[in-house]
């Protein structure tokens, strides 16, 4: 993870209005995700910075925290939405799909498709364990809306879990062969979620007017 703020640049801010940590953050998704994680080095990263690499190291130990803090950057978000749902008062559905629908929104988001990354090899890497839990919280709250919304329990409920986990996340690979998506895709994908977690078309409806807009 980052270590504090770092020492600035010699120059001060970029053109891009970029903190010098966002730059080797920005410089390292585009690298990651275009030539991979394995074929990145630290020289690379610094480099489409625009920084040393002595003073990339004052904002990271190596490319594997820069790594950590990318990923962490695509689950967190919904972690602390996800736990705002568990405190509110409406209807398991529609917690469901607000879930399903900011979820998918945020792997969308953003320049480069840092959902890619899930699919490195390299995250079987102890040092990657804070994402793994985090996704782990995340997927726990999945489970209990879908029990809520679907009324499962046992095995249907884990894998319709699953299910539904999966079929948000796959945003991740329909991103990674058509850029342009086109507008409404999380609000598509929240609602196939709610019919693959056993609810009918009336309910899907309700459950999308009360939740939306997000």
Same mark, same amino acid.
């Not at 600035?8 to 585009?30: C, D, F, K, N, Y």
């Given at each position: 993870m980052a270590?504090?703020r770092?020492?600035?640049? +010699? %120059?001060?801010? &970029? =053109?891009?209005?970029?903190s010098?940590?966002?730059?080797?953050?920005? /410089?390292?998704?585009? *690298?990651?995700?275009?030539e991979g994680?394995?074929?990145?080095s630290?020289?690379?990263?610094?480099q489409?910075a625009?920084?040393?690499?002595?003073t990339?190291?004052?904002?990271?130990?190596?490319?594997h925290?820069?790594l950590?803090a990318?990923?962490?950057?695509?689950v967190r978000?919904?972690?602390?939405?996800?736990?705002?749902?568990t +405190? %509110?008062t409406? &209807? =398991?559905a529609?917690?469901l799909?607000?879930l399903?629908?900011?979820? /998918?929104?945020?792997? *969308?988001?953003g320049?480069?498709n840092l959902?890619?990354?899930?699919?490195l090899?390299?995250?079987g890497d102890?040092?990657f364990a804070?994402?793994h839990v985090?996704r782990q919280r995340?997927f726990?709250?999945?489970?209990?809306?879908v029990?809520?919304?679907?009324?499962?329990?046992g095995?249907?409920?884990?894998?319709?879990?699953h299910?539904?986990f999966g079929?948000?996340?796959?945003?991740?690979?329909?991103?990674?062969?058509?850029a342009?998506?086109?507008?409404?895709?999380?609000a598509?994908i929240?609602?196939?979620a709610?019919?693959?977690?056993?609810l009918?078309?009336?309910?899907?409806a309700r459950?999308?007017g009360?939740?939306?807009?997000?």
């Amino acid at each position: 993870m980052a270590r504090g703020r770092g020492r600035p640049r +010699a %120059s001060g801010v &970029p =053109a891009s209005g970029l903190s010098t940590e966002q730059e080797i953050r920005a /410089a390292a998704a585009r *690298l990651f995700c275009t030539e991979g994680y394995g074929s990145t080095s630290t020289y690379k990263i610094a480099q489409a910075a625009r920084i040393s690499q002595a003073t990339m190291y004052h904002y990271f130990a190596g490319k594997h925290e820069i790594l950590l803090a990318l990923l962490l950057d695509t689950v967190r978000p919904s972690v602390e939405f996800a736990a705002d749902l568990t +405190a %509110s008062t409406e &209807p =398991a559905a529609t917690r469901l799909w607000r879930l399903c629908a900011y979820d /998918a929104r945020l792997l *969308l988001s953003g320049e480069e498709n840092l959902g890619s990354l899930y699919l490195l090899p390299e995250l079987g890497d102890e040092r990657f364990a804070p994402f793994h839990v985090e996704r782990q919280r995340l997927f726990e709250t999945y489970r209990d809306l879908v029990s809520a919304a679907g009324h499962l329990a046992g095995a249907d409920l884990a894998a319709v879990t699953h299910l539904v986990f999966g079929l948000v996340e796959s945003v991740i690979l329909r991103r990674r062969a058509d850029a342009d998506l086109g507008p409404g895709m999380e609000a598509r994908i929240a609602d196939a979620a709610l019919r693959v977690a056993g609810l009918d078309e009336d309910a899907v409806a309700r459950a999308r007017g009360a939740a939306q807009p997000l």
